[in-house]
């Protein structure tokens, strides 16, 4: 960071993956790394991609950027996975309050799991057992992370 950046509220990670399974689970973790490389988490998200469904009256925007993503979680809301096949999925990663020092640096974790705070219900786990995971980040599939910066001088 090239300044002291204040970041309070939820996050959104736009993932686009595919797996080789017939369902999977996303973990995305944000640490604050210090120069040093300590690196101190300051939240998570887990996301089961069958369930990546968003409704887009019910999440939150900032500056008409989606920043939290509100997931149905019914049966009607499942998606199909279908292997190999890349896909958006968007994934919630709860608020917090946190400043990164200048001279810092964020570190975004992505993972299949993120035990012991969450295990994926257990069909979406036999589902997505053996299944490899392929994160995409190119111009075609960009990934991204939302984060909500308050300006430093609204600290005071």
């Not at 400043?99 to 979406?124: D, E, F, M, Y």
């Amino acid at each position: 960071m090239e300044e002291d950046y204040y970041i309070n509220g939820p996050m959104q990670a736009d993932i686009w993956m595919a797996t080789t399974a017939s369902d999977a689970s996303l973990s995305v973790r944000i640490s604050d790394v210090s120069p040093s490389g300590a690196a101190v988490p300051l939240s998570n998200g887990l996301q089961a991609v069958s369930f990546r469904k968003v409704d887009e009256s019910r999440s939150r925007k900032l500056d008409g950027q989606s920043i939290q993503p509100w997931h149905p979680f019914t049966a009607d809301s499942v998606l199909p996975v279908t292997p190999n096949e890349p896909v958006l999925v968007p994934v919630e990663i709860f608020t917090t309050s946190a400043v990164v020092a200048k001279g810092h640096s964020l570190r975004v974790s992505i993972g299949p799991s993120n035990l012991p705070q969450g295990i994926p219900s257990l069909p979406t786990l036999l589902q997505s057992l053996l299944g490899t995971i392929t994160i995409y980040n190119d111009a075609k599939h960009p990934s991204s992370l939302v984060l909500p910066i308050v300006p430093p001088d609204e600290l005071l």
